[in-house]
Structures are given as C-alpha cells and as structure tokens.
T-cell receptor
Framework: AQSVTQLGSHVSVSEGALVLLRCNYS??????LFWYVQYPNQGLQLLLK??????LVKGINGFEAEFKKSETSFHLTKPSAHMSDAAEYFC????????????FGTGTRLTIIP | DTGVSQDPRHKITKRGQNVTFRCDPI?????LYWYRQTLGQGPEFLTY????????KSRLLSDRFSAERPKGSFSTLEIQRTEQGDSAMYLC?????????FGEGSRLTVL
C-alpha cells in the first residue's frame, strides 16, 4: 500500500527565506507524487507532480520538488517565501497509471513571518 | 468559471438525520472522486466513479454512506443516520485521468 509522511505539521519561515516542506513516501511500485496547496475555505489546488522523467519538477508560484528514490523523498521547496504562500500543503502519492486512488499526507501548515 | 461545484457548502444537522451532498464536476470529466477531510488530517479517499460506474469504495464508506452518479455527470453522496463522527469536510474532485480538480467542499457539522 502507498503512504506518505509529512514531517512537521507546522512550519514557520520569514518572508524572503527558503521554504522547505518535507515529504517521504512508501510505495511498492514506482509512484506518482503530488503536492497540493489548500487556502482557507478553498479546495485543493495542484502545485506540481512527478510521474516519470526528470526528477526535479517545477510547479506554480515558484515551487519545485525533487524526487529522490534512494531517500524515498519528495520535498517541496521555494527559494524565497512570500506572504501569499501561507496555506496548508499536502503531499500525495498514487500508483502508476490505471490506479486512481490518491493517498494524502496529514498536511503541513505554512506560516510566513513578516 | 466552470470548475467543480459542490452544494451545499455548509450543512448543520442533528444526529440521526440524513444528509445529501451534490457534486457537479467539470464538464466532460469522466472520473469523479469523493474524499473526506477531518480537522488536522489530509483528505481520505471514499469512492471513485468512471462515468456512471462506481469502481472503488473505501472501507471508510460504511453502509450508512451511499454515492451515486446516475448519468455519469453530477454525483450525490448521502449519509444516513448521521453520527457526530461524520462531521468533516466532504471534497469532490473530477478528472480526465490526469490532474484532479477539487471543489471547495461541503462542510458537515453533526450536533
């Protein structure tokens, strides 16, 4: 079965500082990996995804993530935090093609300090 | 904007009552998903439709829960004899097999 672990339920960074949100996965087969963002009272929005190919994936709003098979990790980064990045971030995994179920982590709430 | 639409956005009910949520997916999306999200947790998969066929159901979907997608377009999620533990945000998503597009959710509070 697939699962994800997000280390740190709350992360605070100063505006302009590096954002690093951690995600480790467990999968018996090559996974598809995703990061979603959820703003208050809104649905989830896809930030980026890894399926196959290049292990460094760029997403929207300046975020990127690197798939590291040896470390079973898919950490999310952004070089310079902006106030508008304050939100809840979810890492998710699913099996390769043909399997529809997404398994989400418990989320990391990102707070930006002015 | 023709994104995923959910109705109602908020529902407060008394324990033992039945509730129904509706999801209108993005037009032409053949896949539709229901997830449940409780406070401090990530979304948990409940069920998945491809067109009108319900292809997978989570063990979380007890016999008090039923979902339908009769014409392969909108879907309903009904909870019978609600319990306080059913209080959660119910999220709907649709796709064509790639990215999932989520609605804003229906928040259920059971008193």
């Amino acid at each position: 079965a697939q699962s994800v672990t997000q280390l740190g339920s709350h992360v605070s960074v100063s505006e302009g500082a590096l954002v690093l949100l951690r995600c480790n996965y467990s999968s018996s087969v090559p996974p598809y990996l995703f990061w979603y963002v959820q703003y208050p009272n809104q649905g989830l929005q896809l930030l980026l995804k890894y399926t196959t190919g290049a292990t460094l994936v760029k997403g929207i709003n300046g975020f990127e993530a690197e798939f590291k098979k040896s470390e079973t990790s898919f950490h999310l980064t952004k070089p310079s935090a902006h106030m508008s990045d304050a939100a809840e971030y979810f890492c998710a995994v699913r099996k390769a093609p043909g399997y529809e179920k997404l398994t989400f982590g418990t989320g990391t709430r990102l707070t930006i300090i002015p | 904007d023709t994104g995923v639409s959910q109705d109602p956005r908020h529902k407060i009910t008394k324990r033992g009552q039945n509730v129904t949520f509706r999801c209108d997916p993005i037009s032409e999306h053949n896949r539709l998903y229901w997830y449940r999200q409780t406070l401090g947790q990530g979304p948990e998969f409940l069920t998945y439709f491809q067109n009108e066929a319900q292809l997978e159901k989570s063990r979380l979907l007890s016999d008090r829960f039923s979902a339908e997608r009769p014409k392969g377009s909108f879907s309903t999620l009904e909870i019978q004899r609600t319990e306080q533990g059913d209080s959660a945000m119910y999220l709907c998503a649709s796709s064509l097999g790639g990215e999932l597009f989520f609605g804003e959710g229906s928040r259920l509070t059971v008193l």
